[in-house]
């Protein structure tokens, strides 16, 4: 039992902990009528600061276990109302989970993990929302870690069956790893070109594409641009026939030599630069047909190189164009460039003049895209009067398309949703990531986000 004392203090830790989650995630903090959204803040505090803190502080793997298992049984000990409220639970629940599984590879447990990497995207779809990324890969590449070839081909054979085309693609190469690791030729009927091409696959990600970017990590560019350079002589060392197989064969030279780009970046080489982007949107112009106005782009490897006049000169240039996203995007670019060479007025300009566009006008997304460049233009700048009349504008729910707000919900962005205002309007998860021309209302009526 606990004295007066120590139960005084317990209750001072929990107050200053949820004060402090109170200040550092302001959405959390904004409750619901039935108080969902302040539980699930009490709820979280709990779990992290009793389980999650110290399953990550220890090395004892089993007492390692014990907490994140505990963890999630916690996190499923209540539910909620609140549709927002019950999806950052699943997010906390799958994250939980695909920990405990990553404790259970460690202690050598490969089916209870992967049994706990498909539970949390069981979870995850549960509380109503479609997990960030399909596990079956990481399923099965836990089975062949484990050596449990049967269950890792029969997930790869599903995966083949209804996966998209990398998933695909990755689960045939696993199949080429399975048979390599058993003393097998190959799959029944597998056609020897691809086999050819999944083993030359298999080679270029380990050999040359997975140190590649663990040295483009280390500050290691001419070692990453190197390897980069001999992936794409494997990828193209061979022609094929099969027009499945050249698909594949054109996304893999084309990221290598898009991944080539960035690195020239970094080394300051923007003529090779260029000459790496051609390369890579000729590749992609070719293979569907199109053709792509490159001078942005170009204007920002020259920028990255610190060639600011010739950056200005391409953004310039494309500001004129007749297609209203480059156009936008050029303002954008040269805003930045302007700021980034300290001239406010020329900076703010371009994004005022986005403003004047007839086309911009007309287009929610870009019009509340340029309003949230120039908000937050004006508080870097500490113009309050001038932010507080952007945040104004960019806070109308009215619709677009039928000018009412009787009918539309806030879509919420970001892992740490909790809840978006301090009702119990219904909410909509916009996803993990937020983008500045993301729209931030949803007229159910007229089915249009803006």
Known sequence: MMGGNQRWYCRLFVMVSCLTIFVTTPVLAQTDDDGDGERFLRLWTFVRDSFEYPASQTKDLNRALALRKRMVEELQSESFKSISVQQQQGVHIWEALRNEGNVLKQLGRYKEAADAYLQAQSEYTKYGSKPPRDCRIEVAQIYVEGKMYDEATKTFDELIASGDSQQKKLARIGLVDIHEKQGKRGPTGEKEEEKTFLQTCKFVKESLEYPAVEAQSHGEFERALALRKRAVEELTAITYQSKSIQDSQYFDVYSNVSAQVDI????????????????????????????????????????????????????????????????????????QTYLDQKNLKLAEKQLTDMLDDKQIKESPRLLRGCRVWLQNYYARQKRAEDEKRMLALLDDRHCPKCGSDKNVIRIVYGRSTCGSSASTEEVEQGGCCWAVEAPGWRCKTDQVTF
């Open 264 to 335: 020239l970046k970094s080394l300051r080489r923007a003529e090779e630069g260029i000459q790496a982007y051609t390369q890579a949107t000729d590749m992609r112009d070719k293979h569907f047909g199109q053709t792509t106005d490159r001078r942005r782009a170009i204007g920002g490897i020259y920028a990255a190189c610190g060639m600011v006049d010739k950056a200005i000169e391409k953004y310039e240039d494309v500001a004129k164009s007749d297609k209203v996203l480059e156009r936008y995007g050029a303002h954008i670019a040269l805003s």
